[in-house]
């Protein structure tokens, strides 16, 4: 059985009067892609945010590394930090800085790392993200909607993380860009030992990218497995989502 890196027992979230998560159980392996799925308002994200320490659960256990994150000093705190690295879905860029100065900002806490070795590691994170060279010195504004991903992408890895958060990571991508991210994914996992947490609803990505999938519905993970474990659940929005036609697309475009 692989390690868990992230385990998630009991959570609840809250906002106000309304429930996200209502005991909510979670796993991820270590050097799995894992994709959490699930219907609108089921709470993907707010999952992810409660994880890298955005969010305040209002009960539940979260263990990341094998560190309750609840538990932690300020300095723990940012030690476990710098362990994993987070995507969001518009890439989250600062718009005053340009592509490469953004990827420096996490390498700006590494203690005796001089301005040009933090230059040439951003410059290879860029790279390793798929963007060329002159991507470097572009501003947000100047870059594609691909490019952006790409670029928070080269962010996320900055500080040569052991898991890796990606929200919607192909959303808004035309089909060829987003099987390029795809592709560009299992690969940067292959390659670095990467374990991947992978918030998405594209079923092209799930058949391309997940190791597993976790079903979000109810406040909980209704199931989670393998694509083809998802097909034997007899829940009514995992039917429609697995079986329908755009599933049945997604699944001969990968066969």
């Known amino acids: 059985m692989s390690e868990n890196l992230i385990e998630v027992r009991g959570l609840t979230t809250r906002f106000g009067s309304h429930t996200v998560h209502d005991g909510l159980d979670l796993d991820l ?22 994880i890298v320490g955005l969010i305040r659960p209002a009960a539940g256990q979260i263990r990341v590394l094998g560190q309750d994150v609840s538990d932690l000093t300020p300095l723990a705190r940012e030690a476990l930090e710098r362990r994993w690295g987070v995507m969001f879905q518009d890439g ?10 953004n990827v420096e900002v996490p390498l700006q806490a590494v203690p005796d790392l001089d301005p040009r070795q933090r230059a040439g590691l951003a410059q290879l994170k860029v790279a390793m993200a798929g963007l060329p060279w002159h991507a470097n010195d572009k501003y947000p504004a100047e870059l594609s909607g691909g ?9 996320a890895l900055a500080l040569d993380p052991e898991i890796v958060f990606l929200d919607e990571p192909t959303a808004g991508l035309d089909p060829i860009g987003a099987d390029a991210f795809d592709r560009l994914i299992v690969g940067l996992r292959d390659a ?9 609803h594209d079923l092209d990505t799930l058949h391309a990218c997940c190791d597993r ?5 109810e406040g909980k993970v209704l199931t989670s497995g393998t694509m083809a474990e998802m097909l034997d659940v007899d829940h009514p929005w995992v039917r429609e989502y697995f079986h ?10 990968k066969g």
């Open 29 to 50: 392996r270590r050097g799995e892609i894992l994709g959490v799925v699930g219907g609108s308002g089921t709470g993907k994200s707010v999952l992810l945010r409660a």
């Open 192 to 200: 670095l030992n990467l374990s991947v947490f992978l918030v998405t």
């Open 92 to 101: 989250a860029l600062f718009s005053a800085l340009t592509v490469q100065e």
């Open 213 to 217: 999938v976790a079903v979000l519905a």
């Open 147 to 155: 490019m952006k991903k790409r670029a928070g992408l080269a962010r």
């Open 244 to 253: 329908g036609p755009r599933a049945r697309a997604a699944s001969a475009g």
